[in-house]
């Protein structure tokens, strides 16, 4: 009978960064592709797309799992909760959002918040799915928009 056991010494304690040479350098063409196709590698991600080393699609799942990332859709959905709370017949430049959807998927959006400031990593894929709500003009987010906001939130949550 084998023993599977492993020693400290076979545990490596190097994480490979994208310094070190254990980890393909993303090109500048891979990074250009994914700041460009911005909407097509979320929709890709979203559905648990594999992400090479080095190649756009791992660069946007790296942007979308960034601690700047994170805070900065935080600080969106707050603004969205707070923009539902205040007065609806001002007038504003924005779209407009759903009051209705936005007020039943409150308890849903201050969860994703909590779990984008906690310290654990997060997924690519609960993040392409969050932003895909955020950034879908026809979705329920917005006022014009179908389906559900809490279902999609929640699975955005549940990936993450």
Known sequence: MSDNRF??????????????PTMARP?????????????????MLAVG??????????MRAARLTSITER???????????AQTSADPTAWSVRVPLH????????????????RLHAPLPV?????????????DGCGPLYEYGRGDLAGRLGAALAAM
Not at 27 to 43: H, Q, Y
Not at 49 to 55: D, F, K, L, N, Q
Not at 71 to 81: D, F, G, T
């Open 7 to 20: 020693s400290a010494a076979s545990v490596p304690t190097h994480t490979p960064t994208a310094d070190s």
């Open 49 to 58: 797309a594999p992400t090479p080393a080095g190649s756009a699609i791992a």
């Open 123 to 135: 997924s690519a894929r609960g993040m392409a799915r969050l932003n895909r709500v955020l950034t």
């Open 27 to 43: 090109s500048i063409r891979a990074r250009m592709l994914a700041r460009l196709n911005a909407a097509k590698l979320d929709a």
């Open 99 to 114: 009051h209705t959807n936005v007020a039943a998927a409150e308890a849903v959006i201050d969860a994703i918040r909590l």
């Open 71 to 81: 805070e900065e859709i935080a600080r969106v959905l707050h603004e969205i909760v």
